[in-house]
């Protein structure tokens, strides 16, 4: 059965600061990975997708990377704001197209 | 605008009162979803279409039903509530699974069952 850890489960950074955010999963039998971001009271944003075939993306100060054989992801935030507190989650579709969460990097930064 | 609505956004209710979620996308999308988040458990698939009329079980279908009569809109049905289904309910689509396509969210639906 698929599973997928995120650590860490908390993370406060000065504003500015270049940060690291990963996510790990068992089985490497995924169509692709999801990064998504959640505010308090909202629904999930979809930030970055990465194909089964692709190794990273990258959307303005976010680059996130794909190695399907170590079962990893990581999500990389440049020049961190105050905006980017937030929960971050990533998900992997599975082979049976279920989307599996994991449970969540909570991101404080401070100004 | 492009989007999921869901609604209630709020609901509470009594044991055993069947009641309906709506969800509805407006952007012509094939792949809808349903999910609920506890805290400490995370975010759970309950049901999926990959279609019209096409449904399918995710990891926590137990006490709950969907159709897919038509495309844009995938109601989410608890024919008995009970307590342990008291959650944040969020609905999602995208355009094609097939095509790795983004999910978009609906804003939620905060349900209380007592």
């Known amino acids: 059965k698929q599973e997928v850890t995120q650590i860490p489960a908390a993370l406060s950074v000065p504003e500015g600061e270049n940060l690291v955010l990963n996510c790990s999963f068992t089985?490497?039998?995924?169509?692709?990975l999801q990064w998504f971001r959640q505010d308090p009271g909202k629904g999930l944003t979809s930030l970055l997708l990465i194909q089964s075939s692709q190794r990273e993306q990258t959307s303005g100060r976010l680059n996130a990377s794909l190695d399907k054989s170590s079962g990893r992801s990581t999500l990389y935030i440049a020049a961190s704001q105050p905006g980017d507190s937030a929960t971050y989650l990533c998900a992997v579709m599975d082979s049976s197209y279920k989307l599996i969460f994991g449970s969540g990097t909570r991101l404080l930064v401070r100004p | 605008e492009a989007q999921v609505t869901q609604n209630p956004r709020y609901l509470i209710t009594v044991t055993g009162k069947k009641l309906t979620v709506t969800c509805s996308q407006n952007m012509n999308h094939e792949y809808m979803s349903w999910y609920r988040q506890d805290p400490g458990l995370g975010l759970r698939q309950i049901y999926y279409s990959m279609n019209v009329e096409v449904t399918d079980k995710g990891d926590v279908p137990e006490g709950y039903k969907v159709s897919r009569k038509e495309k844009r809109n995938f109601p989410l049905i608890l024919e008995s509530p009970s307590p342990n289904q008291t959650s944040l309910y969020f609905c999602?689509?995208?355009?094609?699974?097939?095509?790795?396509?983004?999910?978009?969210f609906g804003n939620g639906t905060r349900l209380t069952v007592t």
């Open positions: 999602a689509s995208s355009r094609r699974w097939l095509y790795n396509s983004p999910l978009h």
């Open positions: 089985d490497s039998a995924i169509y692709n």
